[in-house]
């Protein structure tokens, strides 16, 4: 198949990155490191997640985040909801501080779902239709996160019918595209593509992301293996940020250098600038006292260094 000669990618680094510090990072660091991703030219930036401070302490300042940043035209800013509470607040803002897409968050294993969100399945797609709906009432785009799409930390190997179950009950809620996330990094190139065709029988390719922890080094080749199937949405950290505190072990997303590296020496399209996404790799990175995870930024600042 011919491979995709564009790629949109959301860099997640502000909140799958930054959710699973143990530091303090000051809303001011994520508002800054948000206001150098745009102006790498990243158009859609996951900003902060709505979720229980108490589960998820690092992501208590979600709504001073989002009053923080200066927004860009034609960037997408999107925030984690799980519920209606998680909605509420996520509007409690002026209508120009709401997010352009919330995201609703669910499992293809039933033990990650409960560790995670404290719910079966089945109780979080009722929990999430209200949320939808009330989304998309008032105009705010609807993306549904489907985690352990390949493997789970509780369950071990995931089956693709699962994912398929799950992206069914999403499609019939409403949820209008799917990220099919590898969340601990365990997936290898054709467990990845069997989990995005069963997701392809709910969701016309366009409206299907993928999301890769980079656990196992598997992450960019597993982007390659999506891209085979004619996926072309990808969500990335800069920096390689990131894990989720409820899969203890899964280390970050893949850095989005490394994949904006990749797909530009394949030809393939981002309007992303590598050198700024650089730059604010390292801002993250300087702030947080430690190098980025990212082997191409690694390799380009040791050139830079001359
Ligand atoms: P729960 O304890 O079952 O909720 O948590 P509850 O409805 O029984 O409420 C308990 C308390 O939480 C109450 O407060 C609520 O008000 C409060 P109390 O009366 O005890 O003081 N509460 C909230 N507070 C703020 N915001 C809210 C909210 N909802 C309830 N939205 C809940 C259920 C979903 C809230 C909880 O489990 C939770 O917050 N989980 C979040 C977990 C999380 O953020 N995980 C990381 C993101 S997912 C991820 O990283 C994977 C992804 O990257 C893709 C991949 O890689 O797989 C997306
Ligand atoms: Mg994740």
Redesign the pocket.
């Known amino acids: 198949m011919k491979l995709p000669t564009t790629v949109r990618l959301v860099d ?1 680094g502000p909140r ?1 990155g930054l ?1 699973n510090e143990k530091q303090p990072v000051s809303a001011e660091v994520k508002i800054g490191l948000v206001h150098r991703l745009q102006d790498a030219g990243l158009k859609e930036i996951e900003v902060t ?8 302490p690092q992501m208590a300042d979600n709504a001073e985040v989002m009053h923080g940043i200066q927004r860009k035209p034609g960037v997408g800013y999107s925030v ?1 909801t ?2 209606m ?2 909605f509420e ?1 996520a509007i409690a803002a002026p209508r120009e501080e709401w997010p352009d897409e919330i995201v609703v ?1 669910g499992a293809a294993s039933e033990a990650f779902s409960q560790k ?4 079966s399945i089945a109780e979080s797609i009722e929990r999430f239709a209200p949320v939808v709906a009330a989304a998309l009432e008032k105009g705010i785009r609807v993306r549904g ?1 489907m ?2 799409t390949v493997g789970c930390p509780y369950e071990g190997e995931i089956a693709p019918a699962k994912v398929g179950y799950l992206a069914q009950l999403m499609k019939g809620i409403g949820v209008q595209r799917v ?1 099919v ?1 590898d ?1 601990i990094g365990v997936g290898t190139p054709r467990k990845v593509q069997a989990a995005m065709e069963a997701t392809l029988a709910h969701f016309d390719v366009d409206a299907i992301s993928g ?1 890769f ?1 980079d656990t196992y080094g598997q992450a960019l080749v597993n982007t390659l293996a999506a891209l085979e199937l004619g996926v072309w949405n990808f969500q990335s950290s800069s920096a390689g940020l990131g894990g ?3 899969a203890k072990g899964a280390t970050g997303n893949v850095a989005t250098e490394d994949v904006v590296y990749m797909l530009h020496g394949m030809g393939i399209e981002t309007g992303i600038d590598l050198d700024r996404l650089i730059d604010a790799g390292v801002y993250i990175s300087e702030a947080l006292g430690r190098e980025p995870n990212s082997r191409a930024s690694k390799a380009i600042r040791t050139k830079r260094a001359g």
């Open positions: 997640v799958d959710q997640s709505f979720v229980s401070p108490k589960w998820v984690l799980p519920n509470k998680g607040a968050f995670n969100i404290n719910c996160a985690s352990c990220d996330a969340t999301h922890h989720c505190p409820y």
